[in-house]
């Protein structure tokens, strides 16, 4: 059966209809058949067919007084002017176009209420992309070391130092010397670029800071000089990280 192919409802015991009853006894199983077929042909006609008695006659393979007696002794089918229809038809149609345009307005319906819910879906999808890319901005800023204060930076240093088997107390005035130098350029390193992790920055630094002995110096000026003297040629060793 085609995919286009329509039905319509039939009664299962429309021969138990009176007009049936009296159209069966006249004309018998035939004239059953041909009203059948005559409502057939009014459902692919919009319940509206032409009386050309001939025309229906030869289509059906029959007489045209067989036809006309169909048409009009049964009280079966009503008439406009050269053309006919059936009241019966007409309710049927009138049914299914209402069924039609139920289904139509519950698919818009759904098709509606699944394209908000789709935009819903949508929006709380970007949302969580907004909110995704703000958390790993913020990730990203948290993961930047903050400046430290001297003693963590000194005490940073002295542990890195002991794990690698330096002496701290050798380079204790040197990275003294080289925290100001940063702390007074704003935290940044001795070619101007700002510092963005200072433990790398120190751990890369310390090979080279000279060890500055303090068992022999008589004065504090002594050792502030000493560590000046130090610092100063290392500064071309300041690398960003």
């Given at each position: 059966?085609?995919?286009?192919?329509?039905?319509?409802?039939?009664?299962?015991?429309?021969?138990?209809?009176?007009?049936i009853?009296?159209?069966?006894?006249?004309?018998g199983?035939?004239?059953?058949g041909?009203?059948?077929?005559?409502?057939?042909?009014?459902?692919?006609?919009?319940?509206?067919?032409?009386?050309?008695?001939?025309?229906?006659?030869?289509?059906?393979?029959?007489?045209?007084?067989?036809?006309?007696?169909?048409?009009?002794?049964?009280?079966?089918?009503?008439f406009?002017g050269?053309?006919?229809?059936?009241?019966?038809?007409?309710?049927?149609?009138?049914?299914?176009?209402?069924?039609?345009?139920?289904?139509?307005?519950?698919?818009?319906?759904r098709?509606?209420?699944?394209?908000i819910?789709?935009?819903a879906?949508?929006?709380?999808?970007?949302?969580?992309?907004i909110?995704?890319?703000k958390?790993?901005?913020?990730?990203?800023?948290?993961?930047?070391?903050s400046?430290?204060?001297?003693?963590e930076?000194?005490?940073?240093?002295?542990d890195?130092m002991?794990?690698?088997?330096?002496?701290?107390?050798?380079?204790?005035?040197?990275?003294?010397?080289?925290?100001?130098?940063?702390?007074?350029?704003n935290?940044?390193?001795?070619?101007?670029k700002?510092?963005?992790?200072?433990?790398?920055?120190?751990?890369?630094?310390?090979?080279f800071?000279?060890?500055?002995?303090?068992?022999n110096?008589?004065?504090?000026?002594?050792k502030?000089?000493q560590?000046?003297?130090?610092?100063?040629p290392?500064?071309?060793?300041?690398?960003?990280?």
């Open positions: 059966m085609p995919k286009d192919t329509f039905y319509f409802s039939h009664d299962y015991n429309s021969r138990n209809d009176e007009k009853k009296k159209l069966i006894r006249k004309h199983m035939q004239g059953y041909i009203f059948w077929a005559i409502v057939e042909e009014l459902y692919n006609n919009a319940n509206a067919l032409h009386l050309d008695y001939d025309g229906i006659a030869f289509d059906l393979r029959t007489e045209s007084e067989i036809i006309k007696s169909v048409l009009h002794d049964f009280d079966l089918f009503v406009n050269d053309n006919f229809g059936s009241l019966s038809v007409q309710n049927r149609i009138n049914n299914r176009q209402d069924k039609s345009q139920k289904a139509r307005d519950s698919a818009y319906s098709w509606n209420k699944n394209k819910d789709a935009n879906v949508q929006t709380q999808s970007d949302s969580n992309a909110k995704e890319r958390g790993k901005e913020i990730k990203g800023k948290e993961s930047k070391e400046k430290p204060s001297i003693d930076f000194l005490s940073f240093c002295k890195d002991i794990k690698n088997g330096m002496n701290f107390s050798l380079y204790e005035y040197s990275l003294k010397s080289k925290f100001s130098s940063w702390v007074e350029n935290w940044k390193d001795g070619n101007n700002p510092i963005k992790s200072w433990k790398s920055k120190i751990r890369n630094t310390i090979p800071l000279k060890p500055i002995s303090l068992t110096s008589n004065s504090y000026q002594d502030v000089n560590a000046v003297k130090a610092f100063k290392i500064q071309q060793y300041d690398n960003d990280l």
